[in-house]
């Protein structure tokens, strides 16, 4: 089984990519049964990214290098949002609405985004088209922060602002 789950860390190895564990399933209330074997009794084998591996990867999506074009496609499709439409009830952190999502941005901005959130860790990954032509990936991780909702748009604010 490890073999066979490790492929998708030796292919990112052989593009380059280092630091990195991508080998398990996400879980929202945490691996289970011979999934949490292979995760480690000090969950020493979880999924790991650095920032710089999460910016590369969003930046290969966006440009259509990320496996191929039309895979790349169907990518952008997943992680478009609409920060602009209308919330309809306060739940749990929501993509559009929380995250980058949050920050205020000028009508026309459009946004791409994954984020992903514990009860320790707060990140997000954004690809953002400015409506006055600035493009950018923003990446922001966060440990200790994870029920902080505002700290990944006060920084998204901060970076827009500068662009702007």
Same mark, same amino acid.
């Given at each position: 089984?490890?073999?066979?789950?490790?492929?998708?860390?030796?292919?990112?190895?052989?593009?380059?990519?280092?630091?990195?564990?991508?080998?398990? /399933?996400?879980?929202? &209330?945490?691996?289970?049964?011979?999934?949490?074997? #292979?995760? $480690?009794? *000090?969950?020493?084998? @979880?999924?790991?990214?650095?920032?710089?591996?999460?910016?590369?990867?969003?930046?290969?999506?966006?440009?259509?290098?990320?496996?191929?074009?039309?895979?790349?496609?169907?990518?952008?499709?997943?992680?478009?949002?609409?920060?602009?439409? /209308?919330?309809?009830? &306060?739940?749990?952190?929501?993509?559009?609405?929380? #995250?980058? $999502?949050? *920050?205020?941005?000028? @009508?026309?901005?459009?946004?791409?985004?994954?984020?992903?959130?514990?009860?320790?860790?707060?990140?997000?990954?954004?690809?953002?088209?400015?409506?006055?032509?600035?493009?950018?990936?923003?990446?922001?991780?966060?440990?200790?922060?994870?029920?902080?909702?505002?700290?990944?748009?006060?920084i998204a604010k901060k970076i827009i602002d500068g662009l702007l």
């Amino acid at each position: 089984m490890m073999h066979q789950r490790n492929a998708i860390n030796r292919y990112f190895l052989s593009t380059g990519y280092t630091n990195i564990n991508v080998n398990q /399933k996400p879980w929202g &209330d945490g691996p289970y049964g011979r999934e949490r074997i #292979f995760v $480690g009794k *000090t969950y020493d084998n @979880r999924n790991a990214l650095t920032t710089d591996s999460t910016a590369r990867l969003l930046t290969e999506i966006v440009q259509g290098r990320a496996i191929s074009p039309v895979r790349s496609v169907e990518m952008m499709k997943l992680l478009q949002r609409d920060p602009f439409k /209308k919330k309809t009830q &306060d739940c749990e952190p929501d993509q559009n609405y929380d #995250f980058t $999502g949050a *920050t205020p941005l000028p @009508r026309g901005t459009k946004v791409w985004s994954k984020a992903g959130w514990t009860s320790t860790v707060r990140h997000d990954a954004a690809y953002v088209e400015l409506p006055n032509g600035p493009r950018f990936v923003l990446v922001t991780f966060t440990t200790g922060h994870g029920n902080e909702r505002e700290i990944i748009p006060t920084i998204a604010k901060k970076i827009i602002d500068g662009l702007l």
